[in-house]
Antibody, heavy 121, light 106 residues
Framework: EVQLVESGGGLVQPGGSLRLSCAAA????????MNWVRQAPGKGLEWVST????????YHADSVKGRFTIARDNSQNTLYLQMDSLRADDTALYYC??????????????WGQGTLVTVSS | IQLTQSPSFLSASVGDRVTITCRAS??????LTWYQQKPGKAPRLLIY???TLQSGVPSRFSGSGSGTEFTLAISSLQPEDFATYYC?????????FGQGTRLEIK
C-alpha cells in the first residue's frame, strides 16, 4: 500500500523558512516524479512544484519561484520542499503527491494527508 | 493555461444525473484529470487522460472531451458523491486546477 507522510509544517513568521518532508513507502519511490500541491483554508487546489524521478528536473509555480525549492533523496525515499521568504499567502495545507507519467497518460494518483503551514506574526 | 469549471455550485438529489464542465483557455490534448475532495480529506483521483476511470472508482463516474472542453458526468448520484470536484490540466507547466465545483444535496 502506498504511504505518503508529510511533516515539517507549523507556525512561522513572515520572512521565515520551513522545510517540509514527505516520507514515501509501498512503491518504488525512485521511479516516480513527485509533486507538492497546496490548499489554502477554504480555497481550491494549487500546484506548487514537481520534481522528476531522478531529481534532475524541477518545476515551480510562479507564485513560489525563487522562494521554494523541491528536492528528493531517493536513497531515503523522501521528498522535500524548502520554503524561504514565507508570506501570509503561503498559509495552506501542503500535500505530497505521486505523479504517474507515461507516453499516453499523466495523473496525480496518490496523495498524502498534508501538513499545515501557517505564516503569521 | 486557465481552467474554468461550471457550475461552481450544484445542488442535486440522490439518483440524479449531473454533469460538470471544465473549459481550458487553450488546447490541452486529453491531459485532463478529475478529482473528488470531501471535507477534511485529501483529493481522490477519479478520472485521468480525460476519460480513463481510475481503478476502484465506481462506473457511474465518466469523463469525456478533448482539446478545450471536458465533462465529468455522474450517472446516478449516491450520498457519498456529495463533495467538491476539481479538474486539472497536465498538458504543460505550470500545472493548473479549475476553481472547483461544490456538489450539494438538494
Amino acid at each position: 500500500e502506498v504511504q505518503l507522510v508529510e511533516s515539517g509544517g507549523g507556525l512561522v513568521q513572515p520572512g521565515g523558512s520551513l522545510r517540509l518532508s514527505c516520507a514515501a513507502a509501498g512503491f518504488t519511490f525512485s521511479s516516480y516524479a513527485m509533486n507538492w500541491v497546496r490548499q489554502a483554508p477554504g480555497k481550491g487546489l494549487e500546484w506548487v512544484s514537481t520534481i522528476s524521478n531522478s531529481g534532475e528536473r524541477t518545476y515551480h509555480a510562479d507564485s513560489v519561484k525563487g522562494r521554494f525549492t523541491i528536492a528528493r533523496d531517493n536513497s531515503q525515499n523522501t521528498l522535500y520542499l524548502q520554503m524561504d521568504s514565507l508570506r501570509a499567502d503561503d498559509t495552506a495545507l501542503y500535500y505530497c503527491v505521486t505523479y504517474s507519467f507515461t507516453s499516453v497518460s499523466r495523473r496525480f494518483d496518490c496523495w498524502g494527508q498534508g501538513t499545515l503551514v501557517t505564516v503569521s506574526s | 493555461i486557465q481552467l474554468t469549471q461550471s457550475p461552481s455550485f450544484l445542488s442535486a438529489s440522490v439518483g440524479d444525473r449531473v454533469t460538470i464542465t471544465c473549459r481550458a483557455s487553450q488546447g490541452i490534448s486529453s491531459y485532463l484529470t478529475w478529482y473528488q475532495q470531501k471535507p477534511g480529506k485529501a483529493p481522490r483521483l477519479l478520472i485521468y487522460t480525460a476519460s480513463t476511470l481510475q481503478s476502484g472508482v465506481p462506473s457511474r463516474f465518466s469523463g469525456s472531451g478533448s482539446g478545450t472542453e471536458f465533462t465529468l458526468a455522474i450517472s446516478s448520484l449516491q450520498p457519498e458523491d456529495f463533495a467538491t470536484y476539481y479538474c486539472q490540466q497536465l498538458n504543460s507547466y505550470p500545472i493548473t486546477f479549475g476553481q472547483g465545483t461544490r456538489l450539494e444535496i438538494k
